[in-house]
């Protein structure tokens, strides 16, 4: 099975965001921020109806329980700022949806039936694609979605423990697998974060001190701690550590 990448850029996610506006896909808007902003697995995201958004009064609610399918227990989902904002434009443009609680969210555009929810393989294709457009290379499938919440959010300093509650996994090692926190993954933030030169001073006769460096260049890092900047090598020990 190939590993399926988490969205790193949060560049990518705004011009995911936009594409999707600009070609009037609120559907597909909707599932791509309900996606990355509850680390839903797919199969409960496309179970998602008008009654889990909307009270009986047609107002948009702060906050909902679900069932998860897979292991059956109780997830509370937090209806943010960005979710709202992509709710209202999704309703905007499917007025008949709010009809009735029991409808779907994820319909079928082309048919606009809504008591079946699109399947598994749609989700997977509409993902898929919409990261090759916006320049994305790497594998991405639904699992995407679930796994740039985490990434994001240990990347922001959550704890991992939080992390592994929240995606229901069974231990750290395993979570920091699935989210696919690498060394060079740390690196690349930090050098694209603070925009500092990251190689040591013999090194940057080779470099120049803004450029991005090889990927053989991180393998040295144990090598020449010494020389790095005392931040970073703080900052290597606490990934290792954690």
Known sequence: MNFVEPIRDRKKIAQIKNLLRGQGRYRDLLLF?????????????????????????????????IKEQKRGKRHEVVVNNSIQEA????????????????????????????????KRGQAWKFINSICREVGLSGNYGTHTLRKTWGYHARLQGVDLALIMHKLNHE????????????????????FLTFSLPIYPAPLRLF????????????????????????????????????
């Open 33 to 65: 921020v309900v996606g990355i902003n509850t680390a839903l697995r797919i199969s409960d995201l496309l179970q998602l109806r008008v009654e889990h958004f909307l009270d009986k009064h047609q107002r948009i609610k702060r906050r909902f329980w």
């Open 207 to 242: 470099f120049h001190p803004r450029s991005y460096p090889p990927r053989w260049y991180f393998s040295l890092i144990p090598h020449f701690s010494s020389c790095i900047p005392r931040t970073y090598v703080l900052l290597f020990k606490l990934h290792i550590r954690n």
């Open 171 to 190: 231990s750290i090692a395993y979570t920091k697998r699935y989210l696919g926190i690498t060394w060079l993954a740390i690196c690349h933030l930090l």
């Open 87 to 118: 709710l209202e434009e999704y309703i905007t443009s499917y007025p008949g949806i709010a009809s009735n609680p029991e409808h779907f969210m994820y319909f079928n555009t082309k048919t606009f039936s809504f008591s079946q929810p699109i």
